[in-house]
């Protein structure tokens, strides 16, 4: 079997590919065209970020088996087109946090000292030390936004420089902040006190553009921001303007909305109070051989033994278990990841309860794919098939699993209650014919729900009109409903509208809903 190498890496991962037996290619630099020409001889790809795998070239990958990506980041894949395909997707995502976080600290000294401006001074021949007063970072705050792997070793090394550190993340329990010393604290509260911000989250639909113009207004005058994760986070126009006017010190940026960047697609890159890297987050010797002898030994376990590791799109299950229990598995991901999207606070515990013949089954799979369905719109790329369950532990999420023979309503059916710091929700689930997921009921409402795509989900008075309103208003913003479920409480007077929508809603059209009469919430999903 023949696998292609399309982005530089370790030589590690060539080496353990070949000593698998597998015959490997490493073509850097391909053009999509001359990637569409070959992609069709291999059965792996081995990819960073450089290579795109968009639907094109999966299409042309007639015997490709496997993508796999040495590192987090999957922005670069096709996920969707490749399940379609029946190529499983992989990825490395512990082997470069180390190499991330000491970036994000490197960023903050050498802002903090003016060390890129005085290394390109000297290089112009001049000899300016007043002009790169700098200052010291003991006893300074810095704020860590999203304290998950990387940010946690961001506090970590901050504090060995006598740094106080605080942390915001809606995401994660206070107790487990408290364990690294770290306070934890609002998004306001993280502006106003800190003297650096380093941004640890990756690109979700809640964290795109969440750092803008409030949150560099509420930062101090002369606190500095540092953002390594993903492009995107933070708004390029916002931060651009806070460094202008003032509102900030100075910020690095290692990631950007549009990658490769320059000046003319970001005029960050004018201003002398902001330094920056091409990405350079996970560019170490360390880092790279990590995450390339990982995806190396994933790509060929998988080619050689057909033994799954780190997929984002299969499950690491034997095929009876998947014969038995499939469809199961899509249906705890769907729930997992609408629990996510609705609940309100950090999640403290999970009880799932399989009931019917589903109770005799392995459901193990069924829980893992509901955890991972359940992070997946907070954690994106981060979370997969084998690791979820570990999130969960690490997270302090208590994980309850029970099983009853009996189910009232239908053959088959998965209970499912998320229980946060600010309150619980319970879904309900079952499958229709051989494979297909139904959501038959959202805490006391009950409903038969294909949940698919974007949705948008309002909760309502029962009366005359709301209908109407709702598909007028979507239809003047050019949303079109593909399907709508209306979910009635018993003996109540209130409903629920689950529509499924041909584009996403954007946050505006979902304030213009909220303000509708009879309206009492609404809230924008999105199954991926
Ligand atoms: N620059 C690089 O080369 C490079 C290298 C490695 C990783 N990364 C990126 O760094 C980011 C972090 O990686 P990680 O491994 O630490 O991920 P992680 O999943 O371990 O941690 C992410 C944290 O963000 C939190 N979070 C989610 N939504 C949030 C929100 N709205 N507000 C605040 N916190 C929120 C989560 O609860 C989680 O704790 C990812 O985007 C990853 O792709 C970049
Ligand atoms: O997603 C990742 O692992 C990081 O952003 C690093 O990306 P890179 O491998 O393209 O440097």
Redesign the pocket.
């Known amino acids: 079997m023949k696998v292609l190498i399309s982005d530089s890496m370790s030589p590690l991962g060539e080496k353990i590919l070949t000593d698998a037996g597998l015959e490997v290619d490493v073509k850097t630099g391909l053009t999509p065209d001359e990637l569409k020409e070959v992609i069709g001889e291999y059965d792996g790809l081995v990819v960073r970020s450089a290579t795109k795998a968009t639907a094109e070239i999966i299409d042309a990958a007639e015997n490709l088996k496997v993508i796999g990506r040495a ?3 999957l922005d670069n894949v096709d996920i969707p087109a490749a399940s379609q395909k029946g190529i499983v997707v992989m990825n490395a ?1 512990d082997g ?2 180390t ?2 976080a000491e ?1 994000a600290i490197g960023m903050m000294m050498s802002l903090s000292r003016n060390i890129p401006q005085a290394t390109a001074s000297m290089k112009e021949g001049k000899w300016e030390k007043k002009s790169f007063m700098g200052r010291e970072l003991t006893g300074k705050t810095l704020g860590i ?7 946690a070793i961001a506090a970590n090394r901050a504090q060995g420089l006598k740094m106080k550190v605080i942390a ?5 329990p206070k107790e487990m902040v408290d364990k690294l010393g770290v306070e934890l604290v609002s ?1 306001e509260e993280l502006a106003k006190r800190a003297d650096y911000i380093t941004v ?5 639909k ?2 795109a553009n ?1 750092l803008s113009t409030e949150f560099f207004t509420n930062m101090k005058k002369d606190a500095m921001f540092i953002d ?3 492009g995107g986070v933070c708004d390029e126009e916002a931060l651009y303007k806070a460094l202008v006017d003032g509102e900030i010190a100075g910020a690095a940026l ?2 950007f909305a549009q990658e490769p960047t320059t000046k003319e697609n970001c005029p960050l890159l004018g201003l002398k109070n902001f330094i920056c890297t091409p ?5 170490t010797t360390e880092a790279q051989e990590n995450v390339a002898t990982a995806i190396a030994a994933q790509v060929a376990e998988y080619l050689t033994k057909g033994v799954v590791v780190n997929a984002v799109n299969v499950p690491s299950v034997s095929d009876d278990v998947l014969a038995q229990v499939g469809p199961y598995i899509n249906l705890g991901e769907m729930l997992g990841s609408l629990h996510m999207q609705i609940a309100k606070g950090g999640v403290e515990e999970v009880s799932i309860e399989y009931s019917g013949e589903l109770a005799e089954l392995n459901t193990s799979p069924v829980t893992v794919a509901f955890l991972k369905g359940l992070f997946t719109p ?6 997969n098939y084998v690791n979820a369950p570990v999130i969960a532990r690490d997270r302090g999420i208590r994980v309850i699993e029970s099983r009853s023979d009996s189910s009232s309503d239908f053959v088959n059916v998965l209970r499912i209650k998320v229980v946060t710091n600010e309150g619980e929700n319970v879904l309900v689930g079952t499958v229709f014919g051989k494979n297909e997921p139904r959501l038959v009921r959202l805490n006391t409402f009950r409903l038969e729900a294909q949940a698919a795509g974007p949705m948008l989900l309002v909760y309502n008075n029962d009366v005359p009109g709301v209908i109407g309103a709702l598909g007028t208003i979507l239809g003047k913003n050019g949303v079109n409903i593909s399907r709508m479920t209306v979910g009635r409480e018993d003996a109540s007077s209130q409903n629920i509208i689950l529509c499924s929508t041909d584009s996403v809603i954007s946050k505006e059209l979902l304030e213009e809903v909220k303000q509708l009469d009879n309206i009492d919430d609404a809230l924008a999903l999105e199954l991926v």
């Open positions: 590192g987090i980041g995502p470069n946090a190499t991330a970036h936004f999203g304290i998950g792997r990387i940010g915001y993340d809606p995401h994660m998004v640890h989250v990756p690109l979700t809640e964290t969440a390594c994760a993903r290692d990631v990405h350079l987050g996970a560019s907070i954690l994106k790329d981060a979370v």
